[in-house]
T-cell receptor, first 113, second 110 residues
Framework: EPEVTQTPSHQVTQMGQEVILRCVPI?????FYWYRQILGQKVEFLVS????????KSEIFDDQFSVERPDGSNFTLKIRSTKLEDSAMYFC???????????FGSGTQLSVL | EDQVTQSPEALRLQEGESSSLNCSYT??????LFWYRQDPGKGPEFLFT???AGEEKEKERLKATLTKKESFLHITAPKPEDSATYLC???????????FGTGTSLTVIP
């Protein structure tokens, strides 16, 4: 079965540093999402992306966050200046046109020190 | 305010002991309710989608039902491999995002 791939699986960074989390969605999907899950808390929506632009974003997705689809296969989440509270598991997900099922990657565990 | 609440937070069952997980929702307009399974260190894995009150879906030992206010995930004769966190999510008819509940952590003891 096709799957969403995320790299790296773990990322450790210093507070104030920039990080880029990478995702390869399923190839024929057109809707892309980033979610995050702080340890012990719920999965939280960050942003959705369709047709090369952000379609929705949450309050969490402030000016420190950005997303990009630099080519036909990758989808990235950038955090410009990381904070301690950005430490979480970040999940990428994708969905096909007309589909309802979200396919999630295995996540990137981000630790900000 | 749109809300999704799951209960209980954690559930321990003996192998073969059937039970139900609850997902209550208060949303302005429901497009669909989704159940996911999440294993430790992994992303959520899709189980079911329900669209309208009265709808039921089944898969192996799991059955999901939906009313106008809540959904149940019934687990019949669970096995240790059913141990996971079960997440409920709703999609509103005003957008594409999904709102997740906090999940129920299920442990099935052999």
């Amino acid at each position: 079965e096709p799957e969403v791939t995320q790299t790296p699986s773990h990322q450790v960074t210093q507070m104030g540093q920039e990080v880029i989390l990478r995702c390869v969605p399923i190839s024929n999907h057109l809707y892309f999402y980033w979610y995050r899950q702080i340890l012990g808390q719920k999965v939280e929506f960050l942003v959705s992306f369709y047709n090369n632009e952000i379609s929705e974003k949450s309050e969490i997705f402030d000016d420190q966050f950005s997303v990009e689809r630099p080519d036909g296969s990758n989808f990235t989440l950038k955090i410009r200046s990381t904070k301690l509270e950005d430490s979480a598991m970040y999940f990428c997900a994708s969905k096909g046109t007309g589909g309802v099922k979200l396919f999630f990657g295995s996540g990137t565990q981000l630790s900000v020190l | 305010e749109d809300q999704v609440t799951q209960s209980p937070e954690a559930l321990r069952l003996q192998e073969g002991e059937s039970s139900s997980l609850n997902c209550s929702y208060t949303v302005s307009g429901l497009r669909g309710l989704f159940w996911y399974r999440q294993d430790p260190g992994k992303g959520p894995e899709f189980l079911f989608t329900l669209y309208s009150a009265g709808e039921e879906k089944e898969k192996e030992r799991l059955k999901a039902t939906l009313t106008k206010k809540e959904s149940f995930l019934h687990i019949t004769a669970p096995k240790p491999e059913d141990s996971a966190t079960y997440l409920c999510a709703v999609q509103l008819n005003t957008g594409n995002q999904f709102y997740f509940g906090t999940g129920t952590s299920l442990t099935v003891i052999p």
